[in-house]
């Protein structure tokens, strides 16, 4: 089985910054992909960013130029850098990997961490 945790949501003022971690551990042969996405109240969950295998990244129109992905070496520890915050950034951001295994790929989701930005 494979576990994600997140850290590092809270509240922060307009404009300000904060950075999320995503651990994943348990049985983990490849990791395909990891992203984050978030739920806002009454919203879908959407994607925020992914990072692929070969590094590659894709972000939301909406956090272009302020969000940042990342991991490191060992691809176990995703980052979500978040600038300039805005209010309509405020929900519930969640931590998603596609991970194989000798079984085949599955998805695996973290219990996510509240982000809220607000005077």
């Known amino acids: 089985q494979v576990q994600l945790v997140e850290s590092g949501g809270g509240l922060v003022q307009p404009g300000g910054s904060l950075t999320l971690s995503c651990a994943a551990s348990g049985t983990i042969s490849s990791i395909k992909a990891m992203g984050w996405y978030r739920q806002a109240p009454g919203e879908e969950r959407e994607m925020v960013a992914v990072?692929?295998?070969?590094?590659?990244?894709q972000y939301a129109d909406s956090v272009k130029g302020r969000f940042t992905i990342s991991s490191d070496n060992t691809k176990t520890m995703l980052y979500l850098t978040m600038n300039s915050l805005k209010p309509e950034d405020t929900a519930v951001y969640y931590c998603?990997?596609?991970?194989?295994?000798?079984?085949?790929?599955?998805?695996?989701w973290g219990q996510g961490t509240q982000v809220t930005v607000s005077s």
């Open positions: 998603n990997a596609f991970i194989s295994h000798s079984f085949g790929t599955s998805e695996y």
């Open positions: 990072i692929g295998s070969g590094d590659t990244t």
